[in-house]
Each structure stands twice: as C-alpha cells, then as structure tokens.
C-alpha cells in the first residue's frame, strides 16, 4: 500500500530536548516535504527536498533541520525545541513535476 | 512567486445546501490545482485534480474546473452532507517557468455541515 509514515504521532517534550520527527514514504518520491499546521494560519511549509541531498527552506524553517540521505526519508530534527514549536506537523511526498502529494497522518508536538 | 487565495471560511451550511468555496492562483507557466481535505483528526488526502486548463476534476459529488482565463479553481458540490464537514485546502503545483515541483497551498477552509 503506497503510504506515508511519520513517527510518533503524539509527543510530549521539555524545552531544549533535541528531537526526531521521522517520515518514510514507499512511493519512490523525489519531493517531500514538511509543514506545520496552526489554529487561523492553516499549513506553513517548514523545509522541501526535491531529491536526495537536495533540500531548501520553506517559509517557516527557523529552529528546524532537514537531510535527504535516502530518497524514502525525510526527518525533520529539532535541535533545541521551544514552546512555539507546538504544533501539528505533516510530512508529504509526491512524484513527477505535477502530480498530486501524499499525506502522513501528523504528528502532534507539544513542547513544554 | 506562486502562491493560492481561498475564501476565508468557517462556512457553515444546513445538510443539502449548495456549497462553494472559492480559491484563485496566481502563477506562471501551466500548473496542475488540486483541493484536499482533511477531516477531524486527520492528515490531508486528495479530493480531486486538475493537470490543465478547462479540465474539470470531480470526486464524491465535489466538482472544481480549472479556469485560465480567470485563474480560478472553485470547489462545488450540489448537496452537502453533515459527513462533509471538513477543512478544504486548494493548492497547486509546478506553476513556475521552468518547472517548479514545489506544493503551494491556500490557507485553508473550514466546512461546517448542520443536520
């Protein structure tokens, strides 16, 4: 089944506690991508990779790193997390130049 | 740079009502638009797409044609249902000259079906 995998899909941390958010798709996507998702502010895209060791920032990527070693996953790293990383994350890969993407089914972080 | 407008919602609808949301783009070249849904306590799946100008994408009574001319993507469905209440994203990709693969959303519609 072609899907979208992140983990966890629930995590509680303290401040400053450096964290992994994974994401593995089984498509053979070149693009993945992160976002987050807020109350009145609807998707914010954190980082975007088009393909393996190729990755950019998306308009929200202060605090957040990426890497692309292999083309299947994406994780997203939090190296020192703050309360206004609180939020619900979603990975997504799609393939060819226009096709349509493929969504994880989040990953809500709460940062205390 | 590319970039989607849709109607601010909440929109809330009485069961049968006719439902439109409106979403426009700004982009170059010839994008592919697509509108995705996301029910409560879930990710974001696709509700339907369009690759080219005047196709019409439709899916489970949801219909949206890509207009050029006006450069518009408007989600419609005849009678809604409560089982609709939902967030609806319009989004498009590969819009710039040169083939940006980027995903572009819009901000968002919430949908709020009363029985």
């Known amino acids: 089944e072609a899907q979208v995998t992140q983990n966890p899909r629930y995590l509680i941390t303290v401040t400053g506690k450096k964290l992994t958010v994974t994401c593995s798709q089984n498509?053979?996507?070149?693009?993945m991508s992160w976002y987050r998702q807020d109350p009145g502010l609807g998707l914010r895209q954190i980082y975007y990779?088009?393909?393996?060791?190729?990755?950019d920032k998306g308009d929200v990527p202060e605090g957040y790193k990426v890497s692309r070693k292999e083309k299947r996953n994406f994780p997203l790293i939090l190296e020192s997390p703050s309360p206004n990383q609180t939020s619900l994350y979603f990975c997504?890969?799609?393939?060819?130049?226009?096709?349509?993407?493929?969504f994880g089914q989040g990953t809500r972080l709460t940062v205390v | 740079g590319d970039s989607v407008t849709q109607m601010e919602g909440p929109v809330t609808l009485s069961e049968e009502a006719f439902l439109t949301i409106n979403c426009t783009y700004t982009?170059?070249?010839?994008?592919?638009l697509f509108w995705y849904v996301q029910y409560p306590g879930e990710g974001l799946q696709l509700l339907l797409k369009?690759?080219?100008?005047?196709d019409k994408g439709s899916n489970k009574g949801f219909e949206a044609t890509y207009r050029k001319e006006t450069t518009s993507f408007h989600l419609e469905k005849g009678s809604v249902q409560v089982s609709d209440s939902a967030v609806y994203f319009c989004?498009?990709?590969?819009?710039?000259?040169?083939?940006?693969?980027?995903?572009?959303f819009g901000k968002g519609t919430k949908l709020t079906v009363n029985p």
């Open positions: 369009a690759t080219k100008a005047d």
């Open positions: 989004a498009l990709r590969g819009g710039t000259q040169g083939g940006s693969e980027k995903l572009v």
């Open positions: 990779s088009m393909n393996v060791e190729v990755t």
């Open positions: 997504a890969s799609a393939g060819y130049f226009n096709a349509e993407a493929f």
């Open positions: 982009a170059t070249g010839y994008p592919s």
């Open positions: 498509m053979n996507h070149e693009y």
